[in-house]
């Protein structure tokens, strides 16, 4: 992760800003999202029923904990910013879940910068652009719009 100035962050609208490690999405780590999220569906926590009943073959990660994984992937590939006090989530224009996880698969996340612009002189709106890249697959798991605000002193 590199450390950029906001004229340069700013300058960077258009362009691929990175692309996070790999992270494994095991039975454990879906597990206890269930236990956090309480949806304990089979098709997230049973492998056998999952393999017997559903077209995926295995029991698949929730939507969510793919979104949840945005974290991660983004504060490895995103850029730090000169004088950035503070990021926050400010949510999604679009998120769709495209292909399903299956557990014991690979995920990372691939980001574009689309729209970066101050909304006041301490004020920084960013519109990412994210695909949830799966190991092996050529589909995406997740593609969405996200957008963050960035905070300056």
Avoid: C
Avoid at 6 to 22: C, F, I, P, Q, T
Avoid at 72 to 78: D, H, I, K, P, R
């Amino acid at each position: 992760m590199s450390l950029v100035t906001r004229d340069a962050y700013l300058g960077m609208v258009g362009k691929e800003l990175g692309v996070s490690a790999w992270h494994s999405v095991d039975q454990q780590r879906i597990n206890v999202f269930a236990d956090a999220t309480e949806d304990h569906q089979f098709i997230h926590i049973d492998p056998e029923r999952a393999a017997r009943e559903t077209p995926f073959g295995a029991t698949v990660a929730h939507g969510f904990l793919t979104a949840s994984l945005l974290s991660v992937f983004s504060y490895e590939a995103l850029p730090k910013i000169e004088g950035a006090t503070m990021g926050v989530n400010y949510g999604f224009d679009r998120l769709r879940f495209v292909s399903p996880v299956k557990a014991g698969s690979r995920l990372r996340g691939r980001f574009t910068l689309t729209e970066a612009k101050m909304r006041s002189p301490t004020e920084l709106l960013s519109r990412t652009s994210v695909s949830v890249e799966i190991d092996g697959e050529s589909k995406p798991a997740l593609v969405a719009d996200w957008l963050g605000l960035l905070y300056f002193a």
